[in-house]
């Protein structure tokens, strides 16, 4: 049995075994994914990262140690197969792959932790600890498929509109998002925590001059929570803009949203048939309900709720129903948003920040930011905050910030919204939550 590639190299993925490749001799390569032994007959499916293809084996038509190799497979085994192209009415494209060669590049142990073939339905708790196995799965891998086009039309819209892209460390010292929801980690001989947001460094990266910015990186929550939206290390698509306010970067994000949803439509049909989901595209301006207001609805509704509270989740579920799918929830209490956030001038009580809601799921915060250093350091007193211990961010006000503002857009949650799926975890190759830390 070979186990070594050598000479041999894949001529087609399978979505490319069509009827326009009739009679020719093609070499695919993938995973077994099921094994039919009708006797007279073997039917094997091979799949790949494109799909899948049916390679026929009549016992009349082709040598006998062909058929031995075929019979001594294992599903999920790596192979190649060498084979000619023929039209067939009853396989599944249309076209199937007579073999003259097999080769067996990995074979496969059984039984398998879990079956890949989407057959068996399986918790997400084994799926999880099975993850290689899991992702073979179509409807899973196209969940990350579809990932894969949301951030290229992200960098897409970024690009389009000169934000340039950053990298901000996430070894860091301080917190940025309230304090009690950092990891702390042993850096030598002192105490450092993984990053919670790039909020510090993309805001010290207005006064660098750079204009607009953004990052697409690692966050870090030490929250407790064990919910179907929390995870404790997430993607966060952060961005920043020079000489903006808070309507200012509203309407990129809602910009960059009718950009993202058209083009996953546009390029991931197949994988939304695959999730049998249907993803609408927003027209024109989102909604934006001030929080005063919300409070007011959320209360008629019949959820009791003090103005000045964040929203629970029963607030959050009434409230996205009395919505638009996407909308802005703007005009939060100063109290309960970070102390970077910038008051506003005639009732300082309330401040320039902003959620985008996806019905009942927050996608994203976002504010018009603090620039001047004194009412900075005065909203991190006021926060029971010490400015020393953020010395290197607010010098970076002393000498030439401009007026700014940004948000912080989670990228897991935004799949779950591309992909209609209702556990985060399923949006993430290897998800980290309260109770996971492996693979
Ligand atoms: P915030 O803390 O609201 O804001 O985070 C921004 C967005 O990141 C996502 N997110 C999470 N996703 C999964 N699990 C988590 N534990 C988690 N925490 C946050 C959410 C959230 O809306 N610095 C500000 C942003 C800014 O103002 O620019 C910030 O971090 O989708």
């Given at each position: 049995?070979?186990?070594?590639?050598r000479?041999?190299?894949?001529?087609?993925?399978?979505?490319s075994?069509?009827?326009?490749?009739?009679?020719?001799?093609?070499?695919?390569?993938?995973?077994?994914?099921?094994i039919?032994?009708?006797?007279?007959?073997?039917?094997?499916?091979?799949?790949?990262?494109?799909?899948?293809?049916?390679?026929t084996?009549?016992?009349k038509?082709?040598p006998?140690?062909?058929?031995?190799?075929?019979?001594?497979?294992?599903?999920?085994s790596v192979?190649?197969?060498?084979?000619?192209?023929?039209?067939?009415?009853?396989?599944?494209?249309?076209v199937?792959i007579?073999?003259?060669?097999i080769?067996?590049?990995?074979?496969?142990?059984?039984p398998?932790?879990m079956?890949?073939?989407e057959?068996?339905?399986?918790?997400?708790d084994t799926?999880?600890?099975s993850?290689?196995?899991?992702?073979?799965?179509?409807?899973?891998?196209?969940?990350?498929?579809?990932?894969?086009q949301?951030?290229?039309?992200?960098?897409?819209?970024?690009?389009?509109?000169?934000?340039?892209?950053?990298?901000?460390?996430k070894?860091?010292?301080?917190?940025?998002?309230?304090?009690?929801?950092?990891?702390?980690?042993?850096?030598?001989?002192r105490e450092?925590?993984?990053?919670?947001?790039?909020?510090l460094?993309?805001?010290?990266?207005m006064?660098?001059g750079?204009?607009?910015?953004?990052?697409i990186?690692?966050?870090f929550?030490?929250?407790e929570?064990?919910?179907l939206?929390?995870?404790?290390?997430?993607?966060?698509?952060d961005?920043?803009?020079?000489?903006?306010?808070?309507?200012?970067?509203?309407?990129?994000?809602n910009?960059?949203?009718?950009k993202?949803?058209?083009?996953?439509?546009?390029?991931?049909?197949?994988e939304l048939?695959?999730?049998?989901?249907k993803?609408?595209?927003?027209?024109?301006?989102?909604?934006?309900?001030?929080y005063d207001?919300?409070?007011?609805?959320?209360?008629?509704?019949g959820?009791?709720?003090?103005?000045?509270?964040?929203?629970?989740?029963e607030?959050?579920?009434?409230?996205?129903d009395?919505m638009?799918?996407?909308?802005?929830?703007?005009?939060?209490?100063t109290?309960?948003?970070?102390?970077y956030?910038?008051?506003?001038?005639?009732?300082?009580?309330?401040?320039?920040?902003f959620?985008l809601?996806y019905?009942?799921l927050?996608?994203?915060?976002?504010?018009?930011?603090?620039?001047?250093y004194?009412?900075?350091?005065?909203?991190m007193?006021?926060?029971d905050?010490s400015?020393?211990?953020?010395?290197?961010?607010l010098k970076?006000?002393?000498?030439?910030?401009p007026?700014?503002?940004?948000?912080?857009?989670?990228?897991?949650?935004?799949?779950m919204?591309?992909?209609g799926?209702?556990?985060?975890?399923e949006?993430?190759?290897?998800?980290?939550?309260r109770?996971?830390?492996?693979?």
């Amino acid at each position: 049995m070979e186990y070594l590639l050598r000479d041999l190299r894949r001529t087609h993925y399978t979505g490319s075994v069509t009827e326009d490749v009739i009679d020719e001799e093609v070499t695919i390569m993938g995973w077994v994914h099921e094994i039919r032994d009708l006797g007279g007959i073997i039917f094997l499916l091979i799949r790949d990262i494109e799909g899948r293809i049916q390679v026929t084996a009549p016992s009349k038509k082709l040598p006998a140690e062909i058929l031995e190799d075929i019979r001594a497979l294992r599903k999920e085994s790596v192979v190649a197969i060498k084979g000619k192209v023929q039209s067939s009415s009853k396989a599944p494209n249309g076209v199937e792959i007579l073999p003259s060669e097999i080769t067996v590049l990995n074979m496969a142990d059984q039984p398998l932790p879990m079956d890949p073939t989407e057959k068996v339905k399986a918790e997400i708790d084994t799926r999880l600890n099975s993850r290689f196995l899991d992702l073979r799965k179509t409807g899973v891998s196209a969940i990350f498929k579809i990932r894969n086009q949301m951030f290229k039309s992200i960098r897409e819209y970024f690009a389009d509109n000169n934000i340039i892209e950053i990298n901000t460390p996430k070894l860091v010292a301080s917190a940025t998002e309230g304090g009690t929801e950092l990891f702390p980690i042993t850096y030598f001989e002192r105490e450092a925590f993984l990053g919670q947001s790039p909020q510090l460094y993309k805001q010290m990266m207005m006064s660098a001059g750079f204009d607009k910015v953004y990052e697409i990186g690692q966050i870090f929550r030490a929250e407790e929570h064990d919910t179907l939206r929390h995870l404790n290390e997430a993607i966060s698509i952060d961005m920043e803009a020079s000489f903006m306010d808070d309507t200012d970067v509203k309407n990129i994000l809602n910009d960059m949203m009718v950009k993202l949803i058209n083009d996953v439509n546009d390029n991931c049909s197949n994988e939304l048939d695959i999730l049998d989901y249907k993803l609408e595209v927003p027209q024109g301006k989102f909604q934006d309900i001030d929080y005063d207001e919300a409070v007011d609805l959320i209360n008629a509704r019949g959820i009791e709720m003090e103005y000045g509270e964040d929203l629970s989740r029963e607030a959050e579920k009434v409230l996205g129903d009395a919505m638009d799918d996407f909308y802005f929830l703007s005009g939060w209490p100063t109290e309960i948003k970070p102390f970077y956030v910038m008051p506003c001038e005639d009732q300082s009580q309330k401040c320039h920040a902003f959620d985008l809601m996806y019905k009942n799921l927050e996608l994203s915060s976002g504010a018009t930011r603090i620039h001047q250093y004194d009412l900075l350091v005065e909203q991190m007193i006021a926060k029971d905050l010490s400015p020393e211990s953020f010395e290197s961010y607010l010098k970076a006000f002393k000498y030439g910030m401009p007026p700014h503002a940004g948000w912080g857009l989670g990228a897991d949650r935004l799949n779950m919204v591309l992909t209609g799926v209702e556990n985060i975890r399923e949006c993430v190759l290897f998800p980290r939550d309260r109770h996971r830390l492996t693979p």
